[in-house]
């Protein structure tokens, strides 16, 4: 499908962690650029991580998010306070927001006051905020849920929140750590629909998540990331980097239902994930 590359939103340069003297990240660079397309309205950006259990992906998201300090490197997202083209800023604790596989959330608040806290650093009136809470509500189906506590919520309705949640005091960006692990096949579709309603609701919308479900990745995003560790010199090194790139926008197979072509890839993304 035609689509061309607008400005950049996710710039990472050289980003390496370490604990200690003990290397889990090196190296990683990463840019990717808003995309929009001729026969869409709105298209945010789904980005997959793939990789063998222990390579560095959690550690690489907590970065990301700010929830660990960088070694060196940098990495910058689009400032959207700023009206320049191309203005950026260093991530910050916040700036990205960060949905666990347990869906945390306050057990002592309402979907609504939850909601409404995670706006508390927004320019909104109350009543923008109100009003922002009950279309999204709607939207995500959870209009029925605004004064409901975490506890009485099903899996799918507690994840959603907890997406909007991070949605509302991050904007525009949204990390999620194997958001598809453990599910059901009935919440795994719930999930999938977030992702819709995440890119249907800002073409800005960046959405990176990790998965071992290779399928998933090819159904849901446009690039694919493969962690790993590298092999230098013919000797396999102990620190996760990006080990291979797949952009199906490049490819032909961005925005398509899952076909013969997507199970070849798939088969390639598993030969390149049990070698690193």
Same mark, same amino acid.
């Given at each position: ?40 309205? %709105? ?11 222990? +390579? ?63 706006? +508390? ?23 029925? %849920? ?112 899952? %076909? ?17």
């Amino acid at each position: 499908m035609k689509h061309e590359f607008k400005e950049t939103l996710l710039y990472i340069e050289n980003l390496s962690v370490a604990y200690d003297d003990n290397i889990i990240i090196k190296d990683i660079n990463i840019i990717e650029k808003d995309v929009v397309r001729d026969d869409a309205d %709105c298209t945010g950006q789904v980005l997959a991580f793939v990789g063998r259990s222990g +390579r560095g992906k959690s550690t690489f998201f907590k970065a990301l998010t700010g929830l660990v300090p960088s070694t060196s490197g940098k990495i910058l997202i689009r400032d959207f306070v700023n009206q320049e083209a191309n203005a950026a800023k260093m991530v910050n604790e916040g700036d990205i927001g960060f949905v666990d596989q347990k869906y945390t959330l306050f057990r002592h608040k309402t979907v609504t006051q939850a909601l409404k806290f995670s706006l +508390r650093k927004t320019a909104l009136s109350n009543i923008e905020k109100e009003n922002k809470i009950k279309t999204y509500l709607k939207e995500w189906g959870l209009e029925n %849920c605004g004064d409901k506590y975490p506890n009485e919520l099903s899996g799918g309705q507690r994840q959603r929140t907890a997406i909007l949640e991070q949605l509302f005091s991050s904007d525009q960006f949204i990390v999620l750590d194997e958001p598809f692990s453990g599910l059901d096949v009935g919440n795994i579709e719930e999930v999938k629909k977030a992702f819709e309603l995440l890119g249907n609701s800002s073409e800005f919308n960046t959405v990176i998540f990790s998965t071992h479900d290779i399928e998933l990745a090819l159904e849901l995003a446009q690039v694919i990331y493969v962690i790993g560790y590298p092999t230098l010199d013919g000797k396999q090194q102990q620190y996760g980097t990006v080990v291979a790139k797949y952009d199906l926008r490049e490819m032909g197979l961005a925005w398509k239902d899952y %076909c013969e072509d997507h199970l070849k890839l798939s088969k390639e993304i598993i030969h390149q994930m049990m070698i690193s």
